[in-house]
């Protein structure tokens, strides 16, 4: 047996009456000398299983279009039902999952859909800054989350807590144009 260098990376291993490299003009060869031999049972496993469920979804497409002529014509009321019936026995639909099972998964338990809560923050308000907390009329603790800051002068403002995208929450208060992301705490 001799050595061969097809390139300064790779040896191939000749035999007498062997071809040393893949031809270049036989693609399956040159597909087989790149990939390892059970990558390549696995792509072409998978291109056979493909072409199988796309030639298989046209056969029952056909078989159904042809039945739903046959029961079509059948003139008995009685046996046209009973030929129906033995259309959907024959396909039976793949129903997916429901979409409320899996739609929440991993998520926090979403609160009663409300949109706003209005309150009043009882003192004086001189302004916030990052992680200022705000005690509302009702009880409530709400935190300054995004990080802003202002400077303000109010007494008793009336506020307003929306929801917004992505479960965030927005405080806006009376007399301003400011609405910081707020997260609550109590």
């Known amino acids: 047996m001799t050595l061969i260098r097809s390139s300064p990376k790779t040896a191939l291993a000749a035999t007498p009456g062997t071809p040393t490299a893949p031809s270049s003009r036989d693609p399956i060869r040159r ?82 859909a409300v949109a706003a809560i209005d309150s009043v923050i009882t003192g004086k308000v001189e302004g916030w800054g990052p992680r200022t907390r705000f005690t509302f009329a009702d009880g409530q603790v709400w935190e300054i989350e995004d990080g802003s800051t202002a400077a303000l002068n109010l007494q008793n403002p009336k506020v307003k807590v929306r929801r917004g995208f992505g479960g965030a929450f927005y405080l806006e208060l009376a007399g301003t144009n400011l609405s910081p992301r707020v997260r609550r705490v109590r």
Do not use: H, I, M, N
């Open 31 to 112: 597909v087989a000398a790149k990939v390892p031999p059970r990558r390549l049972a696995a792509r072409v496993g998978c291109t056979v299983y493909a072409g199988l469920l796309f030639a298989s979804g046209a056969v029952l497409a056909q078989d159904t279009d042809a039945g739903l002529l046959q029961c079509r014509q059948e003139t008995d009321a009685a046996k046209r039902l009973a030929c129906y019936d033995k259309l959907s026995l024959r396909a039976q639909p793949v129903v997916a999952a429901p979409a409320a099972q899996s739609s929440g998964f991993g998520l926090p338990a979403p609160a009663a």
